[in-house]
Nanobody, 123 residues
């Protein structure tokens, strides 16, 4: 069974940093594309960053230069990270990890999702 479990969310002040983690089990990361999305209350999920199976990355304009996505596989444990620096109040959202064998980029068409982790940034 393919599962994604996020962690690392929390409450921080503007300008501070957080690192989100997504542990994937049941699949080899090198065979799938992985992404981070976020969802604001009452809004659709929006793509934040993508790391595809070939190691290429893509970022939403709103996070370029501040967020970094990376994938690490070690001893059967696959982890997707999102390093978030210089956080802003407008980054406050529920953050989700997503994965799929097909490439969807920053479109929320992925078939596998984690349960989400909340990020709150206060001014």
């Amino acid at each position: 069974e393919f599962r994604l479990v996020e962690s690392g969310g929390g409450s921080v002040l503007a300008g501070e940093s957080l690192t989100l983690s997504c542990v994937g089990t049941g699949v080899t990361f090198s065979r799938i594309d992985m992404a981070w999305f976020r969802q604001f209350p009452g809004k659709e999920r929006e793509g934040v960053a993508v790391a595809d199976r070939d190691g290429r990355v893509l970022y939403a304009d709103s996070v370029k230069g501040r967020f970094t996505i990376s994938k690490h596989g070690d001893n059967g444990k696959n982890i997707l990270y999102l390093q978030m620096n210089n956080l802003k109040p407008e980054d406050t959202a529920m953050y989700y990890c997503a994965a799929d064998r097909d490439f969807y980029g920053l479109d929320a068409e992925y078939n596998y999702w984690g349960q989400g982790t909340q990020v709150i940034v206060s001014s």
